[in-house]
């Protein structure tokens, strides 16, 4: 497991705790988790600065989105979204929201991956249909991030400079219909394949 998402994962596990012990007080406390649930669970995990910068900010900006998750999942009052859900939910929108250097589509693939891997059968639909609506949002408001500004740059630079770039660009020219590669078509492709 890679030593971000083992770090999201004992975050998830620290606020899952705080959360179900109704925000108990005293950093003490949320230090004890940390240590205890880094020992049971991620003992090679060298980024706990990481795990501490979640947990830190999920505290400070909880009220906030808490808010942003009541708006945008109005069918389920936050205290009867389950608890994994909740904290998953958290960590996700810090990210997206408050973490200038993670890109959007790490924090929400992330925190699709902490769901499914701790909450239940729906528990990654639900987040990423939640993530995904503050996302497309974001984007409408262009509260899009600098990391994502440039690594959308940076694909747009290498979409143009690759050899297929003209082939696409005269294709398109031609019809006013786009060129689909029949592999992106489902059944298609299985259809067009040579019988032996």
Do not use: C
């Amino acid at each position: 497991m890679a030593n971000r998402h083992l770090a999201r994962a004992l975050a998830m596990q620290t606020l899952y705790e705080w959360d179900f012990r109704n925000g108990m007080a005293g950093e003490e406390k949320i230090k004890d988790i940390v240590d205890y649930d880094k020992d049971q669970f991620a003992a090679g995990l060298d980024d706990k600065g990481f795990v501490q910068e979640l947990i830190d900010g999920v505290k400070k900006y909880k009220e906030e989105i808490d808010a942003i998750i009541i708006k945008y999942a109005p069918e389920w009052p936050l205290d009867q979204i389950t608890t994994v859900d909740r904290n998953v939910l958290r960590i996700g929108i810090f990210e997206l929201k408050h973490s200038p250097n993670i890109p959007a589509k790490v924090a929400i693939n992330e925190a699709i991956e902490l769901a499914k891997n701790f909450g239940g059968e729906s528990s990654g639909k639900f987040v990423n249909g939640v993530l995904g609506a503050i996302y497309k949002d974001m984007e409408a408001l262009g509260e899009i991030k600098e990391v994502d500004r440039e690594q959308e740059n940076k694909k747009t630079i290498k979409q143009a400079s690759s050899p297929e770039a003209p082939a696409r660009r005269e294709n398109t020219e031609e019809s006013s219909h786009p060129v689909i590669p029949s592999e992106a078509v489902p059944g298609e492709a299985e259809e067009s394949q040579p019988s032996e």
